[in-house]
């Protein structure tokens, strides 16, 4: 009979926290480098791209590296739409708000459920329809308020739709990724080579490497983005122990609240009336697209019974 403790360490609940922890804390003390010590943005991605090879590492340890051409192609799609977000997010922070930010952020399953629609045919489910147009209705929202009742049409606005767009599309590789069997590690290592792929387009957007800043500055970047990189590696530690469709929706919905939650309490602002609405909106509606998204995929796997890849002579390398 398994012990209390073999059942906590196979469940996806311990590791979901820690995700909802690590990136609501992140999200919402990310700026605080170049809100406070005039740290570069591009510098912040730079820390961040550095950090995400501890987790790349740790991901890959008893796991097989696919070498297949297609899990390269795969790999830097996923991985430079990824980096390419983040590097617009750390500008975007600069700006805007955090805690508009990220809901708006969030409804990037509308992006990956538009191209599914568009590009493979497929059908939107009601609920992801809902989750679509309570999404639509937050942008307008978030467009006409920035938290304390005045008018935008900002520069952080542009660049968080932009973030939401790359993010859903790279939802939509990584899931072709999945159909031609290339694994989790392997997704990730991509992740992690295509954000050092951009650290010198970083560099030139913060004018040099900023050798000058007070130390207080690249050490708290680490320490957030170390909070960012390590909660990628435990959404593929969650995924890999819970059914998706209670895992996605869950993670989704939780790590905004608590960013929403803490930069609130943290710089003592109250959004708007319709500021508010449209946090709300964006995340029940990015809530209902994934977990309608998550469970047409059961349902379809349940449908067409147990699937076999044939991976034929791809080269595989395990790390020990």
């Known amino acids: 009979m398994p012990t209390t403790l073999s059942r906590i360490s196979s469940s996806w609940i311990p590791y ?26 591009g510098m912040v991605y730079v820390v961040w791209a550095l950090t995400m090879i501890i987790p790349a590492v740790a991901a890959l340890r008893g796991n097989r590296l696919d070498r297949r051409p297609i899990a390269a192609v795969y790999g830097l799609l996923v991985g430079l739409t990824g ?57 307008v929202l978030f467009s006409v308020s920035d938290g304390d009742g005045s008018a935008t049409g900002g520069l952080w606005l542009v660049l968080a739709i932009l973030i939401c767009v790359a993010w859903g599309v790279q939802a939509y590789f990584m899931r072709k990724a999945a159909t031609v069997g290339v694994n989790d590690a392997t997704t990730f290592t991509w992740m992690t080579i295509s954000g050092l792929l951009l650290v010198p387009v970083a560099i030139w957007m913060a004018g040099g490497l900023a050798l000058d800043a007070p130390w207080q500055a690249p050490t708290l970047a680490a320490v957030t983005q170390l909070l960012n990189a390590v909660g990628a590696l435990f959404l593929v530690m969650a995924f890999s122990r819970g059914k998706a469709s209670i895992v996605a929706p869950t993670t989704n919905a939780l790590a905004p609240v608590l960013t929403v939650i803490l930069s609130l309490v943290v710089y003592q602002k109250v959004p708007s009336v319709y500021a508010t609405i449209g946090i709300v909106l964006a995340i029940v509606g990015s809530t209902l697209m994934v977990y309608a998204d998550e469970k047409r995929g059961e349902a379809a796997a349940n449908t067409a019974g147990p699937l076999t890849l044939d991976r034929g002579n791809a080269p595989d390398v395990t790390v020990p």
Not at 36 to 41: A, H, I, L, V
Not at 102 to 122: K, N
């Open 83 to 139: 980096a390419g977000g983040q590097l617009l997010l750390f500008k975007a922070l600069t700006i805007g708000p955090a805690y508009l930010i990220f809901p708006l952020i969030a409804l990037s399953p509308a992006i990956t459920v538009l191209m599914a629609t568009a590009l493979l045919r497929e059908r939107i489910p009601r609920l992801a329809a809902v989750g679509v147009i309570a999404a639509l209705i937050a942008v």
């Open 16 to 41: 979901a926290g820690l995700l909802v922890l690590f990136w609501g804390v992140w999200g919402a003390f990310s700026a605080v480098p170049t809100s406070d010590y005039g740290y570069p943005d």
